[in-house]
DNA sequence: CTGAAAGCGCTTACAG
DNA sequence: CTGAAAGCGCTTACAG
């Protein structure tokens, strides 16, 4: 049997009230008091039981985390990791815990999310994904629980508390940077549609093009619908075109590479033949043959702020929503030519 | 408020004991009464308090899971998504929530692993790294939770649950792949000294070179700790020796591009000049040029049992210690040449 | 088959 | 400055 505060209080000659006190730094209790009661926690080994804690309290300390799990889609890119240090960083400054996620499915995840909320396991829920028609995100809108949204949310973003980059002016600069090398033929392959995030860059990426008045060529714009897990194939229809793209942007630097190693494959070769560009500087984009230009989209920040947004919101309900924009930037590397 | 136990059973006019026994599907009630209850329950919306029922059931249904922070290692390695889905999935089989441990420092991890065991906050632990002389992996040995490690433990491996590779096995075969290639020169750069599988897989490399003969060469066998976050510079050592190596085994992919990465700017081709291996099979490896060769050790099927395995200890706490050995496969992909 | 009561380990007005 | 008491929301012997 754990040792509880009424062993201490008995050891020590107290009340468990004092006790209490004591581990609260209570003001009111004497110096005297607390240095005796201190010492026989620490002869003890006297350590506060969260659950009952948090029983009386009704919070629990903890942020839920929600992430898609597709398994594939969440898991196997750097944005993960990434984002949840940056949570990780600031909500263990708050003294705060996480809480994860587990589900597989859509509806496993709202289920867990609605047993979170309900069951106090979590004080505010961070959701590290904004898709359109998602129930999860209407729950939250509903439920009262304090939470905020790594991505624009699709629906009424401004009631909403959410961390995102300006997705569509980067998508617009990554495609004006490659006009300004010279290339008109630029194709955009983009990622699943009902990502906010990926219309927002399949939106900058027409923006740029009408800009500059190049025309918007339906072919040269591809997305995870359209390629329905063929991606290679996908590829090779899109340079088999009359007239091939001379450059791709690419949603993500995964995506990137593996367009590159297909490239390669049908024996186009970058940038020399094609230039490629990507999203989210990964680690390893640096490292690559050619190096790989690249947004950064400071993935780390989006999840310091993400969890600070909750946290105000748990601190203090009748804040107003608030939208942080975190800025990205270019990195010009070797995977892009002038025309 | 929420609504609570005691507002169901006034609602249902039953007492807060049946309300308890109908949630718990307890088979002494009518079925009658269950349907009663039930329906109330839907009505008003009733969701359980986890820090109650928690509270006097003395568990929490929740793991903990303690990973290395140092920030750049943990994190910026797809080691820990993968092993993280393995977990997830089968704790969430099991109902099992997932607790993150946020710590920086190895102080604060300590510290957060003694209040997640003493605090109640989780029924088990899942040490995700081993490492020589670390604390944490002491204390989880004395306090008489259930935990189990992801990699074989330095101390006392038999009377703890666990879960690796073969990793001297692992190291020696892909060392003797490359000594029948032809290679007799062959360099290891290998991780932090400190971590236990680091330890293995300089020791396979060992007793490869052993095996056949080959002298082991002071300059060949790199780690972390001689590098000093000065990786280009190791390199440009290694391949300046009079006697440069014509094959690196590297301990992880990520390395195995920063390697190429340097080695490419010293003009030196993979894998004409020079044959590389890498270790984790990480998603990007097969998209590289050329392809990486590589030691895949089947990430998810670690945090599969590691979850397995403290799950069955919390289960029945008299089961006695056990090891789980998991499969890996050398992969040959185009970074490796005969000579 | 169901209820009254005690209790899980803590906190916090209310008194003094 | 400190204690007795009530209570957080639940569960579980003990009775009946």
Known sequence: MAVTIKDVAKQAGVSPATVSRVIADNPRISSKTKQKVREVMEELGYFPNFQARNLVAK?????????????????????????????????????????????????????????????????????????????????????????????????????????????????????????????????????????????????????????????????????????QGKEREAIRQLMALDVPPTAIVTHDDMVAYEVIGYLEDLQIRVPEDISIIGFNNHAISKHLKPPLSTVDISIYELGLHAAELVLEKITDESVPPKQVVVSSRLIERGSCRRL
């Open 59 to 227: 919070k629990s300390q903890t942020l839920g985390i929600v992430m898609e799990n597709s398994a594939t889609l969440a898991f196997q890119n750097p944005f993960f990791p990434e984002v949840l240090r940056g949570i990780s960083t600031r909500a263990h400054g708050s003294q705060y815990g996480l809480y994860l996620s587990t589900g597989a499915t859509q509806e496993e995840i709202h289920r867990e999310v609605v047993e979170m909320a309900q069951g106090k396991r979590v004080d505010g829920i961070i959701l590290l994904y904004s898709k359109i028609g998602d129930p999860v995100m209407e729950y939250l809108g509903q439920c009262g629980l304090p939470y905020s949204v790594v991505g624009r949310p699709y629906k009424d973003p401004e009631t909403i508390s959410y961390v995102d980059n300006d997705n569509i002016n980067n998508a617009k600069e990554t495609v004006e940077y490659l006009i300004s090398l010279g290339h008109q033929h630029i194709a955009f392959v983009g990622g699943a549609t009902d990502f906010v995030v990926s219309l927002d860059r399949m939106e900058g990426y027409r923006q740029a093009l009408d800009q500059h008045g190049i025309p918007f060529v339906e072919a040269y714009a591809v997305n995870q619908e359209l390629m």
